[in-house]
Antibody, heavy 119, light 108 residues
């Protein structure tokens, strides 16, 4: 219950886009907010944004505005995070995490997806 | 945006010793909406403390949190070998959500 399983590692070229998935187990998927947090190599944690349970509200961190999109598919209990116009600075591990609101702590985390941006 | 500053950056201690980690906020964290996480290499963070002082499910009682306003502390009583890790604080009282830079607790 509460497990989040993310898609596998990706290697992308600068300027490309990446789409990471986060699949939830259990039947409480529809009541939780899914947040995304990234961690550059050897660095700390950075909150990127979230998608609400109905999928119609997606407040993003200002840093990513204009190049991030989060969506959710209730039928497959999967949330997606797409980041475009990638640069080497986007090389990081991307985590999805479960929260109970727009301003939330995170009690369950995915295992993380490494995205490497390299020419 | 609330900036969280953690200190020290690294804490070198021996098993059995106690640890005190600090998290200072640039402005007051509303309703003590402050959480602490533990992260080990190659793993996702794990929630330890929420609401500044409440232990998450399954967290041993050697971990305790305290503080309010702008100053918060995570204490670890009698370090076990599995406690050597990086610890992050996070505020969830205002948007954007922010994390501190982390404190690494390493074996001396």
């Amino acid at each position: 219950q509460g497990q989040l399983v993310q898609s596998g590692a990706e290697v992308k070229k600068p300027g490309a886009s990446v789409k990471v998935s986060c699949k939830a187990s259990g039947n409480t998927f529809t009541i939780y907010y899914i947040h995304w947090v990234r961690q550059a190599p050897g660095q700390g944690l950075q909150w990127m944004g979230l998608i609400n349970p109905s999928g119609d509200t997606t407040p993003y961190a200002q840093k990513f505005q204009g190049r991030i999109t989060m969506t959710r598919d209730t039928s497959t209990r999967t949330v997606y995070m797409e980041l475009s116009s990638l640069t080497s600075e986007d090389t990081a591990v991307y985590y999805c995490a479960r929260g109970d609101g727009y301003k939330s702590l995170f009690d369950y985390w995915g295992q993380g997806t490494l995205v490497t941006v390299s020419s | 945006e609330i900036v969280l500053t953690q200190s020290p950056g690294t804490l070198s201690l021996s098993p059995g010793e106690g640890a005190t980690l600090s998290c200072r906020a640039s402005q007051s964290v509303s309703s003590s909406y402050l959480a602490w996480y533990q992260q080990k290499p190659g793993q996702a963070p794990r929630l330890l403390i929420y609401g500044a002082s409440n232990r998450a499910t399954g967290i041993p009682d050697r971990f305790s949190g305290s503080g309010s306003g702008t100053d918060f502390t995570l204490s670890i009583n009698r370090l076990e070998p599995e406690d050597f890790a990086v610890y992050y604080c996070q505020q969830y009282g205002s948007s954007p959500l922010t994390f501190g830079g982390g404190t690494k607790v390493e074996i001396k």
